[in-house]
């Protein structure tokens, strides 16, 4: 049964930098698939950021591309999101996801984790 | 980037009954649309990809249909644990940039 957890602060200072990582356990992340980070803010849709192989290759929402570096750790089995330069807008629930390749759906995801930018 | 639309924004139905609801793509994702659920304080959860195969457990009261631009996602006979949000989701562009529907929120009436 695959699981993913994701972990971090629950609040950020605006213009500081928004970091979480994603364990992954009952399946190996170097066996393959794209790891994957989506939001979404209080009470709206649904928002993906970027996405990851197990090699390093990584893509990037346009839209959040400038702030977004997601990177993995093969040998602790997890990924991790980095968001710089915060501000309010920023404020989701962050989800991690599993998608089986680029052009794929999401078939297994995190139970999310609250993130809010406040001063 | 390609704008998904759902409606309607709210749908009302009895238990029992039938639901429909809709997602249009703003230019065409072949097959490529997947469906989620999501019940609030709860990540989504994968009903239907590939617009019309059903995910490991899924009951077969859900199914999707449709291609290009047009999707549906039909239930045939509502229980109470299917009254939630549900959100389509595309994948079909290169470079990936996947985006996500607005939502139908399923609520009892």
């Known amino acids: 049964q695959v699981q993913l957890q994701e972990s971090g602060p629950g609040l950020v200072k605006p213009s500081e930098t928004l970091s979480l990582t994603c364990a992954v356990s009952g399946y190996s992340i170097s066996s393959g698939y794209y790891w994957g980070w989506i939001r979404q803010p209080p009470g709206k849709g649904l928002e993906w950021i970027g996405s990851i192989y197990h090699s390093g290759s990584t893509y990037y929402n346009p839209s959040l591309k400038s702030r977004v570096t997601i990177s993995v750790d093969t040998s602790k089995n997890q990924f991790s999101l980095k968001l710089s330069s915060v501000t309010a807008a920023d404020t989701a629930v962050y989800y991690c996801?599993?998608?089986?390749?680029?052009?794929?759906?999401?078939?297994?995801w995190g139970q999310g984790t609250l993130v809010t930018v406040s001063s | 980037e390609i704008v998904m639309t759902q409606s309607p924004a709210t749908l009302s139905v009895s238990p029992g009954e039938r639901a429909t609801l809709s997602c249009r793509a703003s230019?065409?994702?072949?097959?490529?649309l997947a469906w989620y659920q999501q019940k609030p304080g709860q990540a989504p959860r994968l009903l239907i990809y590939?617009?019309?195969t059903r995910a490991t457990g899924i009951p077969a009261r859900f199914s999707g249909s449709g291609s290009g631009t047009e999707f549906t996602l039909t239930i045939s006979s509502l229980q109470s644990e299917d009254f939630a949000v549900y959100y389509c989701q595309q994948y079909n562009n290169w470079p990936p940039e996947y985006t996500f529907g607005q939502g139908t929120k399923l609520e009892i009436k």
């Open positions: 230019q065409s994702v072949s097959s490529n």
């Open positions: 996801a599993r998608h089986l390749g680029i052009i794929s759906h999401f078939d297994y």
């Open positions: 590939g617009a019309s």
